[in-house]
């Protein structure tokens, strides 16, 4: 083992043939805790350590913002160790603080500042922030380096905006969200508006993209960018500007994305541009020097209701790969050993993962002993499903000292569900977090005190500009607002430019002219010091001047006082800003960065509370103990997927991310019925429980395990497939109180019975579902013995 290659020694063979890859493609199909991570941030170590690689070549693209910040610690500390063991001869942990400091220092100078490492809508806003100038699109719309972005909600108020004031659409037809839902879906197909109306001939397609045009002008008027925009508009400036892509394509000559099965079509695009500068990949050879390495796992592929195409990694192979078999192929690497879970647990996952057709076949082999047996709990309903989970984690974490409040996890399929358990965790002082609730950013006053910055970065977000134009109140009352923005829009010029001209705010605002104009001069002054005022003394000025700070704490009221140390944490969000990112610590990457912020990059690992969240927001989570509750059809799998194969699949991974996301202890639960839209339904146990391992499992009662439900799932699958009508049923076949499968509702009982000899209907009550009446001779069922 030569010196430079002696920091491999510590990965496994697998993860070692991945790590040493240099030039060409590499998919490498990473079961969940498999050490992705690892691998990822060792390839890079290696790149630039064996074969010299400069940093400034390497992207490396992460799920999340927390994920990119890891890596680049991790980064930074592999290349630290080695600076200390080179000039020391000792770990660098065994050094003075200040010798770490120093060594740190060297690192992040020399390598890590140079990596562009983070997720996609980061790194393309980074690239447009240089090159956005030169791209317009084919209406001529253009915007200019200091865009804003909007987030959601500001997306959701112009989609409404013109639905209904513009456009006088009705709203219940054109539901704004629904809406926004489409454009957001058309961007991430890479559909233009003419592209839209295209897919979509008929008169709601049409009306849509008469929206997506009108919001695509009021983005570029307000010189903003919404979050699809990030993503394809580079995609759309490499098409249009050769010399543009041919730049970051000779820039970037290792490429590395994580999460592979989670990206769109559009991010697909972004990174087959970059790779072969254009060239198809059926074609394209040129791989001196150069390579793409993606890491993921099609077992985990959950995000399709986000554009997520898990098609895009069972292609790679063909796309990018040398299309030979697993054994095989020279571009295809699977990491499999998993040092995460306990084999007990990795045995109910790869059991249950099995069952899905669409993958590449792995098997994840357990580094650990068989631990405890997973935990089946059957609840007589959601009350009784709560009492456990929380008295189960009072107890273990009395009888567990090495236990904290932050080892347990609770996931379920959907928000609604976490109301039981959030009602006992607080009735025993029980500290716990609902992962997934109101972002930091989305906090009213700190969308206002963002807003006088975007304004400041950009005066030409209008958006911006009249939330805070009267916040806190200084005399400027709708009237005058309505008066200054008609003006604007008759005079098709940006309403900034009527705000900063005296006269014109004098005629038109009246006796609110003295507050217009006094907003007016708070935007120009630190405009004008945008380039010499470090960010936090901007922000500071502007709470003062502004008179926000000074508002709350005349209010007075605990509210109040919340709202004002959230603004104070705003600031300190500013000076940790400038601390990490002294490449650029500027006004304009603050905003940037806290648009992109999410809720899983805030989750605190030291905060000492029992996590509540989704399943969806679980992925790339782990727990020592977890509790994935609510397994019953219907609710999970939801009740949707059910007669979908496709859907049912990602259900299925669904819950296989679940179950790996436990490292000691798993419990599992379901309720025999359970109250849903006021009513109490009974509930069927799980299509997935049948598909567990029974040797592996322990549970509260011996008929908690749903024995003869693979039978039944099985019939219903054998009807949808002949879905042939059944000519003669009669009233005999039937009686009240039958249960019987339906291939879409699930299961349901019969409740009565319609007409008589072979012209019958029945009353059926499912789960879920409420009351449906069926032809049995038109609809299979299967009667459950």
Avoid at 220 to 238: S, T
Avoid at 320 to 339: A, C, Q, S, W
Avoid at 624 to 644: A, C, K, M, T, Y
Avoid at 707 to 733: G, V, Y
Wanted: with cysteine; hydrophobic share 35%; glycine share 4%.
């Amino acid at each position: 083992m030569t010196q430079t290659t002696e920091f491999l020694s510590h990965l496994n063979a697998s993860q070692r043939q991945a790590v040493e890859h240099y030039c060409g493609p590499l998919l490498v199909v990473a079961g969940a805790g498999s050490g992705k991570t690892r691998a990822l941030t060792y390839r890079i170590a290696n790149l630039v350590l064996t074969h010299r690689v400069d940093p400034e070549n390497i992207l490396a693209v992460t799920f999340t913002n927390k994920a990119a910040r890891e890596m680049k610690e991790r980064i930074e500390k592999l290349f630290a160790d080695r600076e200390a063991q080179r000039e020391h001869g000792k770990p660098l942990d065994s050094l003075s603080e200040s010798q770490q400091t120093r060594l740190k220092s060297h690192v992040y100078k020399t390598i890590t500042k140079n990596l562009w490492i983070g997720t996609f809508h980061a790194l393309c806003c980074r690239i447009l922030r240089f090159d956005i100038e030169k791209y317009q699109d084919r209406n001529g719309r253009k915007w200019t380096r200091t865009f804003s972005i909007f987030d959601e909600s500001d997306a959701q108020s112009l989609v409404k905006d013109i639905v209904i004031n513009q456009l006088n659409l009705d709203d219940k037809k054109f539901d704004p969200r629904s809406v926004r839902y489409a454009l957001s879906n058309a961007k991430n197909q890479g559909w233009s508006p003419q592209d839209l109306e295209r897919e979509q001939p008929n008169y709601r397609g049409r009306v849509i993209s008469n929206v997506y045009s009108l919001y695509q002008d009021a983005l570029a008027a307000n010189n903003a960018l919404d979050f699809d925009d990030l993503i394809l508009m580079p995609v759309k400036l490499f098409r249009q500007n050769e010399q543009v892509r041919a730049y970051w394509h000779n820039r970037f000559r290792h490429v590395l994305v994580d999460e592979y099965q989670d990206t769109n079509r559009t991010q697909y695009d972004l990174i087959r541009l970059l790779v072969t500068n254009g060239e198809d990949t059926a074609t394209f050879d040129n791989w001196h020097h150069r390579s793409v390495f993606v890491v993921g796992d099609a077992d985990q592929s959950i995000y399709s209701f986000r554009a997520a195409d898990f098609t895009i990694l069972m292609d790679f192979q063909g796309d990018f790969g040398d299309r030979l078999p697993d054994d095989d192929t020279r571009t295809m690497v699977k990491l499999e050993e998993n040092y995460r879970s306990t084999e007990n647990i990795l045995e109910a996952a790869n059991q249950l993962i099995a069952n899905n057709t669409e993958r590449i076949d792995k098997i994840l082999r357990p580094t650990r002993g068989s631990g405890e047996p997973i935990f089946l709990h059957r609840a007589d309903d959601e009350t009784e499903e709560a009492e456990f989970v929380v008295q189960k984690i009072r107890k273990l974490e009395q009888d567990n000292p090495e236990l904290k409040w932050n080892d347990f996890a609770i996931l379920y399929r959907t928000n609604a569900q976490s109301r039981n358990f959030e009602e006992l965790l607080t009735r025993f002082n029980i500290p716990y977090k609902v992962v997934g609730g109101l972002r930091f950013y989305d906090r009213k006053e700190i969308k206002d005190v963002v807003a006088y910055l975007r304004a400041i970065a950009n005066p030409y977000d209008t958006v911006s500009l009249l939330r805070v134009i009267n916040t806190p109140r200084r005399g400027v009352g709708k009237a005058t607002v309505d008066s200054l923005v008609r003006a604007s829009q008759e005079l098709n010029q940006p309403l900034w430019e009527i705000l900063t001209d005296e006269t014109s705010v004098k005629t038109l605002a009246g006796r609110s002219a003295k507050g217009v104009l006094s907003f007016a001069r708070i935007i120009q002054k630190y405009r004008e010091q945008l380039d010499t005022l470090p960010a936090n003394e901007v922000i500071q000025g502007v709470l003062d001047d502004s008179g926000y700070v000074a508002d709350l704490k005349a209010q007075g009221t605990e509210e109040a006082d919340e709202r004002l140390g959230n603004v104070n944490e705003l600031y300190n969000a500013v000076l940790q800003f400038q601390e990490e990112n002294e490449e650029d610590p500027s006004l304009i990457a603050f905003l940037a960065n806290a648009s992109l912020a999410s809720d899983l990059d805030n989750l605190e690992e030291g905060d000492n509370k029992v996590s509540l969240m989704t399943l969806h927001s679980s992925k790339g989570l782990e727990f020592p103990v977890v509790f994935l509750v609510g397994l019953e059809q219907g609710l999970f799998p939801n009740h949707r997927s059910i007669d979908n194969p496709v859907a049912l699949e990602e259900e299925r991974r669904l819950c296989y991310v679940g179950i790996t996301r436990a490292q000691e202890q798993l419990f599992i639960s379901y309720a025999r019925a359970r109250r849903l839209y006021g009513n109490r339904e009974y509930a069927e146990p799980s299509l997935f429980l049948s598909e567990l391992p029974r040797e592996d499992m322990e549970s509260n009662v011996k008929t908690a395990f749903p024995t003869r439900l693979t039978k039944t799932i099985a019939q219903a699958r054998q009807a949808s497939e002949t879905d042939s009508p059944l000519p003669n049923t009669h009233a005999d076949d039937w009686t009240v109180g039958d249960r019987i499968i339906h291939k879409a509702f699930g299961t349901g009982q019969v409740t009565h019975i319609f007409g008589a000899g072979n012209k019958i209907c029945l009353a059926v009550k499912f789960p879920n579902m409420g009351q449906k009446i069926i032809d049995p001779k038109l609809t299979p069922l299967q009667r459950i013995e």
